[in-house]
């Protein structure tokens, strides 16, 4: 069993910027990739990111690419976003969740209850 809790969401002007941290109780977090999703109201969630569990490779959605990044420290049980450029589009509630897999399409077992970030103009 895996618990995550995103922090870190809040308040922010467009060009701004924001870290978001997923963190995980457990042993195994070490064993799991993390990925990074958002839903705005009225929309479909969205993927941003994705982590796998070696940090050997990383992915992100179209949208994100180049402003958001992702990291992780298995020490710390946590995996983080840091958010640059933010711009209203980006606002959303954001979700981590932890993955057997090594690519973005594989399964998510667990997920945070999401940390809610405002971008405004």
């Known amino acids: 069993q895996v618990q995550l809790v995103e922090s870190g969401g809040g308040l922010v002007q467009a060009g701004g910027s924001l870290r978001l941290s997923c963190a995980a109780s457990g042993r195994t977090f070490s064993s799991y990739s993390m990925g990074w999703f958002r839903q705005a109201p009225g929309k479909e969630r969205e993927f941003v990111s994705f982590i796998s569990w070696s940090r050997s490779s990383s992915y992100y959605g179209d949208s994100v690419k180049g402003r958001f990044t992702v990291s992780r420290d298995n020490a710390k049980n946590t995996a983080y976003l840091q958010m640059n450029e933010l711009q209203p589009e980006d606002t959303a509630v954001y979700y981590c969740?932890?993955?057997?897999?090594?690519?973005?399409?594989?399964?998510?077992?667990?997920w945070g209850q999401g940390t809610q970030v405002t971008v405004s103009s």
């Open positions: 969740a932890a993955s057997r897999g090594v690519v973005p399409g594989n399964g998510y077992a667990y």
